[in-house]
C-alpha cells in the first residue's frame, strides 16, 4: 500500500457514495481547497483530521496512517499538464508569469509568494454571460536575504 492507492480509494469512494469536499472540508473543520489537498495526496493531516477523513471513506487503520506522512508534493504526471482544465493554469503561468514577477517585484520588491504559507478561495461567481471562476490566492511575501 502506498499514499496513491489511499488517494485512489478516497477518491473511489468520493463517486461511490456521491460525496462533495465541500462536506468533507465542513466535518474535518478547514477551507474546502486545503482538505480537498490533503485527501489527494498534498498536504499532512493530523491524527485528529485523519481520523475524521478515514470516518468519512471508510479508510483501515493502515491506510489512515498514510494521511498523517508527509507526501512527496506535486501530482502531476507529465510536466506539461494533459488535462485542459489543469493546462489552463499552465497557460495562465505561461502567459501571465513574467506579469506575476514583475509587478510582485515592483511592489514588494525581490522575493517570492509562499505557496507554504498560502491560503486559497475558490468560488463561482454567477454571470449572465456565462458563470465564471473566482480563485483568490493569498500567499506570504518572502524576500530574498542578503548574507
Not at 471513506?57 to 506522512?69: R, Y
Not at 502567459?95 to 517585484?105: P, S
Not at 478561495?121 to 493569498?138: F, H, Q, Y
Amino acid at each position: 500500500m502506498n499514499r496513491l492507492e489511499v488517494t485512489e480509494k478516497i477518491i473511489t469512494t468520493k463517486v461511490a457514495k456521491g460525496i462533495k469536499w465541500h462536506d468533507v472540508a465542513q466535518q474535518v473543520g478547514l477551507s474546502k481547497e486545503w482538505v480537498t489537498a490533503a485527501c489527494l495526496g498534498q498536504m499532512t493531516l493530523s491524527a485528529e483530521q485523519a481520523g475524521v477523513v478515514a470516518e468519512i471513506f471508510g479508510l483501515t487503520e493502515a491506510e489512515k496512517n498514510w494521511l498523517m506522512v508527509v507526501p512527496y508534493k506535486g501530482s502531476l504526471p507529465t510536466s506539461v499538464p494533459t488535462d485542459p482544465l489543469i493546462y489552463r493554469f499552465y497557460e495562465l503561468v505561461s502567459v501571465y508569469g513574467t506579469t506575476f514577477k514583475e509587478l510582485i517585484h515592483e511592489e514588494f520588491g525581490d522575493g517570492i509568494m509562499s505557496a507554504i504559507d498560502f491560503k486559497m478561495d475558490l468560488k463561482r461567481e454567477a454571470n449572465p454571460m456565462g458563470d465564471r471562476v473566482a480563485i483568490t490566492m493569498s500567499g506570504k511575501f518572502l524576500p530574498y536575504k542578503t548574507y
